[in-house]
């Protein structure tokens, strides 16, 4: 399933099942899930997801009520930083200001000079989810999809606490389309890449990941509740810019592909923003 | 100005002027701020915020597209915890499901046993505010009001991240009212206090902050765009119970009374709720 863009800014909830593609009257995957998936479409026969031109793509996350986010969450990435095996999942957040298409450009804001990038797999909730175990989580999630943790890190490091370095608007593509827990496992190991220019800065698989999306998920039932349409990011595997010798930073005209082998592939180009004019 | 309930679970937004009351169309601050505060309004002459039934405030709060908080920022408590004044502030944020009415019950979590106090200053964003100055993030304050970051400090420690810890459903108070900046200064030392079942924890000035709102405000609009109707929380000073020996919690029936001179009081008695009843 994804999220389209229609005439007049609006957006509409598509899934592909085997006859085609069927476009519901939601506007979001929140209201997708709250109304009743399959309720009130209007059929297109014989589509695929992969026929929808790209610019039409919108954001999985536009609407959600919540995005969260994971920190170090790959076995061989955080080993190679020096770190232990953290028992429990590191949480930060973003606000819905910051999530951006498949295909839209990533806005790289003058204030910051380390933009660095981050595949991920991420993954969205279906029901109303609270306190429950890893294997009750599985039945929450809806299906999987990729994103970018585009990061500004000089304001990632201006505190102990990552919010800033991570909330910049428009700067975390997340799509192209939720593929179901049916048709995807990111147990089985789904290779993740992330290239820039077309030349490959990060590969590994889903199967060295220290949390896996149920794990991650019960964990967060226990202290919040997770709505339809809540989106959860996974964390990213080595070799980000910041890793580096020398350091890489993203910069303007850049091109970002963020790959996981049976979901699909996010191509992003990077833009510089002008300073931004302050109100007097 | 505050928000009130009104009947069939709607909110309405309430100003006070020289003529007493005057009841807006708009069903919470953000609505108000853009659609201009002062039109389509019903006046009650005579009338003030304190004449208001407490059952019926909600939060100034409720419908923030971004509520954002402050880390460690009275110098008082930094420096009595050993810590150097920072140079930046530590943000962190809540989800708006977090936020509650100033005389609502404070839920806690069977999840954590560490459940502490934290009485701060906030204040509402105006207007659409990025890249501004101190002295220009002064424009963008429609005003003060009061809040308690009730924070999980056990979930708040499981990593580097405080968030989980912050963002408990309904645990945060924030009202009564918002006071405008034509009628307080924080600059001039407003005194700041926090009482449990009436035994006083917290007592500080505003004049002790590090940061205060309009560097606050300055900071965060060079990394995001904040909007009419956002709400941030300053920080809190000392007195915690996490930072007490022995340390001390909120527990079941407990009352946190919360009061900053000039703005308003919180009155909000804990609740411990029963575990979550999972999803099969």
Known sequence: MTVVRTDNDQTRVVVEDREGLRMLRFTNLREAFDGGLLQYGVDVPGRKLDDLDETQLASVAAGAGKVLCVGHNYRQHILEMGHEIPSRPAIFSKFTDVVIGPFDPIELSPESE??????????????????????????????????????????????????????????????????????????????????????????????????????????LSHAMQLDPGDVVLTGTPAGVGAARSPQQWLADGKTVTTQIEGIGRLTNVCYATPTPIPNP
């Not at 799509?175 to 290239?195: A, K």
């Open 114 to 219: 380390q933009w660095d990038w981050e595949a991920e797999l991420a993954f969205v909730v279906s029901r109303t989810t609270r306190g429950v175990s890893p294997a009750q989580a599985s039945g929450s999630i809806a299906g999987y999809t990729v994103a970018n943790d585009v990061s500004a890190r000089d304001w990632q490091k201006h505190s102990s606490q990552w919010l800033l370095g991570k909330n910049f608007p428009r700067t975390t593509p997340v799509g192209p389309w939720v593929v179901t827990t049916d048709e995807v496992d990111p147990s089985r190991g789904l290779i993740v890449t992330c290239s820039v220019d077309g030349v490959e800065k990060q590969r590994s698989s889903t199967s060295d990941l220290v949390f896996d999306a149920p794990a991650i998920l019960s964990y």
